[in-house]
């Protein structure tokens, strides 16, 4: 009882201290003795409100599509939330429950050393790996360096000959032979194995010259569609990115990963209106 009394008496000292002080100093006499507290509950507001909010708003993704290596710039700035809002009604996906994200932030360099390259590399190896990444489209030396290491479905176990039927002739290939093939141990030998990669030519659209022939991706034309439209990727046509004996193009895979390879075909078809 005694505490109580005393917290009491403690309270009536403190409203007689105040009770003659102007606002201001009322304002000053409480910061001077309560600022910390008021800054930990402050903090504590803003991180339960912050939580709250994010767990209300935060939906999982029904489809993540990454343009690898595309070109941001004022004039694209704005289409990859224009694809994410049209996508989720294209395909009939219910916004109140998922989302869509269309991710152009991811780039990798030529040489792919720099610890920003190795650290994008990572991350999508793993995003792949746990399936969140439905689709990737990149130029061709970058899907082939996929490609190589298996990341991608062949697209004629999930698709029939219906389905692929658009796409019959942009269809890329790639040799499956070249998965067995003995890259080396060393950092030496791996580096003389990728160049005689880059050394040899190579028609990605013709399975014909290829031992073991496999359908991994779609290449997408530079006319006519939402991803020629948009830019990302124009700066392929200006001559000066040849692979493998061919000029680049841009490349659109499945990672073996994704439960629903469909959705990632009806982006495809999005892409392609």
Do not use: C
């Amino acid at each position: 009882m005694s505490s109580k009394m005393s917290v009491h008496e403690e309270i009536k000292e403190q409203h007689q201290k105040t009770k003659d002080m102007t606002l201001k100093g009322k304002f000053s006499y409480f910061w001077y003795y309560y600022k910390v507290h008021t800054i930990v509950v402050i903090f504590v507001l803003i991180f339960v409100i912050s939580f709250i909010r994010q767990f209300l708003t935060n939906k999982p993704y029904a489809f993540y599509a990454v343009l690898l290596n595309a070109d941001n710039n004022p004039e694209t700035i704005d289409t990859s939330f224009l694809w994410e809002d049209e996508f989720l009604t294209y395909a009939e996906i219910d916004p109140d429950s998922y989302q869509v994200n269309i991710d152009t932030s991811v780039t990798l360099s030529s040489e792919g050393g720099s610890q920003y390259d190795v650290a994008n590399r990572q991350k999508m190896t793993a995003m792949m790996q746990v399936g969140d990444i439905h689709a990737i489209l990149a130029d061709t030396e970058n899907f082939e360096s996929y490609a190589r290491l298996e990341f991608f479905y062949d697209l004629t176990s999930v698709f029939t000959a219906e389905e692929l039927a658009p796409y019959a002739d942009y269809l890329y290939y790639t040799d499956a032979a070249a998965f067995d093939e003995d890259t080396g141990d060393t950092l030496e030998e791996m580096e003389a194995s990728a160049q005689k990669i880059y050394e040899q030519t190579i028609d990605h659209g013709d399975p014909s010259t290829m031992e073991k022939p496999m359908a991994v991706g779609i290449r997408i034309p530079d006319t006519g569609n939402k991803l020629a439209d948009s830019g990302y990727y124009a700066y392929l046509q200006d001559g000066s990115h040849i692979f493998q004996g061919y000029p680049a193009e841009t490349v659109i895979g499945i990672p073996l990963s994704v439960e629903d390879p469909h959705l990632t075909l009806k982006f495809l078809e999005y892409l392609m209106k």
